[in-house]
């Protein structure tokens, strides 16, 4: 694929967009006609509409773009994606729980990434009726308004997204400060209510998969926010083991305070 033929990070956004659009509708349906559900290793559930919607987005976007990768939770791994500059990194259901019990906080999240970075990408919560977009330099949306993080610059009272337990356990060398601590399903759902300025933080200390945080990293960090792992380093998608340590997704002022707090923990690659 040559940079002149190559289409532009807009026109990639317009294509994720309406192929995530198609792909929400699909999922609603079908859990409407009733799910069938079976478990994956490490007791993960996957439903028909995991499948469906993975497939209708690979057939969808790799007709539109038969020179790009694939990389996607539902889609068995193949290794050629290396050897490919553009990748479709894909969560065709991310929060599937959420999505089984009728709960809002569900998406679809689908990026393209470009010699490992995100250059476009698209995160849909049906339910809501929310559409966060973003491109490479050119900020993050929210259904067409452009967003913004908090200002906010004190861990005492902010809105953290994350697993209460964690932030209660009397392990800390130092207690968490009180906030308003609140679970979400959905990886990448955290992070752009982080990117919009409707939560401060979310912080996950433990692995997170590249199709959960491709785009809705590009829509925190054109929003404005601190987004990567939880020593400060940023993230690069599509490497052989498409996976990244932990995440912290901050309001700018807020996320230097996190990473002090966390950075004595070590997680393997």
């Not at 694939?70 to 994606?81: G, I």
């Not at 929060?95 to 809002?104: E, F, L, N, Q, V």
């Not at 697993?163 to 906030?179: G, L, Q, T, V, Y």
């Amino acid at each position: 694929m040559s940079p002149s033929a190559a289409p532009s990070p807009a026109q990639d956004l317009e294509l994720l967009v309406a192929a995530a659009v198609e792909a929400g509708t699909l999922a609603l349906d079908l859990r409407a006609r009733g799910l069938k559900i079976a478990w994956k290793e490490g007791n993960s559930p996957v439903t028909n509409a995991d499948f469906a919607t993975d497939t209708l987005l690979k057939t969808t976007l790799g007709r539109a773009r038969p020179d790009y990768g694939w990389l996607s939770e539902e889609t068995a791994d193949d290794l050629e994606r290396l050897d490919r500059r553009r990748v479709f990194v894909v969560d065709p259901i991310d929060g599937t729980r959420a999505y089984m019990k009728d709960k809002p906080w569900w998406v679809i999240s689908a990026a393209v990434v470009e010699d490992g970075q995100p250059i476009a990408g698209v995160v849909y919560a049906p339910q809501v009726g929310e559409v966060y977009t973003a491109i490479l330099g050119g900020g993050a949306k929210l259904n067409g308004s452009l967003i913004v993080p908090a200002p906010t610059v004190r861990l005492d009272g902010c809105g953290m997204v994350g697993d209460p337990r964690m932030f209660d356990h009397p392990s800390w060398p130092e207690p968490w400060p009180i906030m308003r601590v609140e679970s979400r399903n959905s990886t990448a759902y955290r992070m752009c209510l982080v990117a919009s300025g409707q939560f401060d933080a979310a912080l996950a200390l433990v692995a997170k998969a590249d199709w959960d945080l491709a785009a809705a990293d590009l829509v925190a960090r054109e929003a404005g926010a601190y987004c990567g792992d939880h020593l400060g380093r940023s993230f690069a998608y599509n490497g052989r083991i498409p996976s990244q340590r932990s995440l912290l997704c901050a309001a700018p002022r807020l996320a230097p305070l996190i990473m002090a707090r966390v950075s004595h923990i070590a997680i393997p690659n």
